[in-house]
């Protein structure tokens, strides 16, 4: 069992920046791939960005390309996702995910293959 925990979200001015946490409790965390998703209201939940579990390998969706930079530290059990020059369509509760299936392009965005979810952090960026 792997329990996730999200934290840093906040409310933050267009152009601004926040970097998100996901602390994960479970000795086998370091082996598992990770995802970060959002859902906005009245919108679905879609894909954000995710990493392997070296951290060597990532995928992020093209609406944060450049913008947004997922991290890990399995030393500490965390992975991050650095948010820079972030714009109003941004909020939203943004969630992390993991699985213990390896690292695959296209799978990795899907929702779907993550089996373990941390309960959301509120990002909110306006003036």
């Known amino acids: 069992q792997v329990q996730l925990v999200e934290s840093g979200g906040g409310l933050v001015q267009p152009g601004g920046s926040l970097r998100l946490s996901c602390a994960a409790s479970?000795?086998?965390?370091?082996?598992?791939?990770v995802g970060w998703f959002r859902q906005a209201p009245g919108k679905e939940r879609e894909f954000v960005a995710a990493?392997?579990?070296?951290?060597?390998?990532?995928n992020y969706a093209d609406s944060v390309k450049g913008r947004f930079t997922i991290s890990r530290d399995n030393a500490e059990n965390t992975v991050y996702l650095q948010m820079n020059s972030l714009k109003p369509d941004d909020t939203a509760v943004y969630y992390c995910?993991?699985?213990?299936?390896?690292?695959?392009?296209?799978?990795?965005?899907?929702?779907?293959?993550?089996?373990?979810w941390g309960q959301g952090t509120q990002v909110t960026v306006s003036s």
């Open positions: 995910a993991a699985t213990p299936s390896p690292f695959r392009l296209g799978v990795a965005r899907v929702a779907g293959e993550y089996d373990y």
């Open positions: 990493v392997g579990w070296s951290g060597g390998r990532t």
């Open positions: 479970g000795r086998t965390f370091n082996s598992y791939s």
